[in-house]
């Protein structure tokens, strides 16, 4: 994965072209926010793992529920300070060059929606590492990685301004890879959607997770 995001900085910075590399760096810079998945799917692993070792298979299905509730909750407030925060910044901080603003919203909006779906779906990946699958974690991983290589070659290909596409792709890429992981997840017992609402839990997972995204 190391190797591969070195040849990918190398190439995207050539497709792209000096300013709009910087434009994507600096606009799309809110998906540094998905960093934060594994703190936040270990807040969610840790309720997992406490219950199933207790053996108790009902409160796990109420831990992955709750959790999913949380992760939205945080998804909602995230979207909406950094939407307002985000572009009043790029409107009137940011030296965008000329004719550039357009693309350098566009760019921020695929980025953020990225990130909004990552956070949403961070109880998927809890519930792969809780039951230890740790291969399927690491072929994500690298399929992530490969991917956005992959799309910097197809750019060229396509009939549309680069910026503007890398951006669309690579949003297409966390919205198949989320899906694919949900898939998968259902093979997992407590993977299943059902109307549960713990009052307790829902206060316990919150402050958890909400002092770890913090």
């Avoid at 969610?44 to 709750?66: A, I």
């Avoid at 197809?154 to 596409?165: A, D, G, R, T, V």
Wanted: aromatic share 14%; glycine share 4%; proline share 2%.
């Amino acid at each position: 994965m190391m190797v591969l995001a070195i040849f990918t900085s190398r190439v995207l910075l050539a497709t792209l072209g000096v300013e709009n590399y910087g434009i994507y760096n600096v606009v799309g810079g809110v998906v540094m926010f998905a960093s934060i998945k594994s703190i936040l799917a270990s807040s969610v692993q840790r309720f997992l793992n406490f219950y199933k070792g207790k053996g108790e298979p009902d409160t796990v299905l109420k831990v992955f529920n709750t959790s999913i509730n949380v992760h939205l909750i945080l998804a909602l407030l995230f979207a909406a300070v950094v939407e307002f925060v985000g572009i009043w910044f790029i409107k009137n901080q940011l030296v965008i060059p000329d004719g550039s603003l357009d693309s350098a919203l566009f760019v921020f909006q695929c980025s953020l929606i990225a990130v909004i779906v990552t956070i949403v779906t961070i109880p998927y990946d809890a519930a792969v590492i809780a039951n230890e699958h740790m291969n399927f974690y690491a072929y994500i991983s690298v399929a992530d990685t490969a991917l956005k290589l992959l799309i910097i070659f197809l750019l060229p290909l396509l009939p549309f301004e680069y910026l503007n596409s890398y951006a669309v792709l690579v949003l297409a890429i966390a919205v198949l890879l989320r899906v694919i992981s949900i898939i998968y997840c259902q093979r997992f017992a407590e993977c299943r959607i059902v109307k549960i609402f713990d009052k307790d839990l829902f206060k316990d997972m919150s402050s958890f997770a909400g002092w770890n995204f913090f």
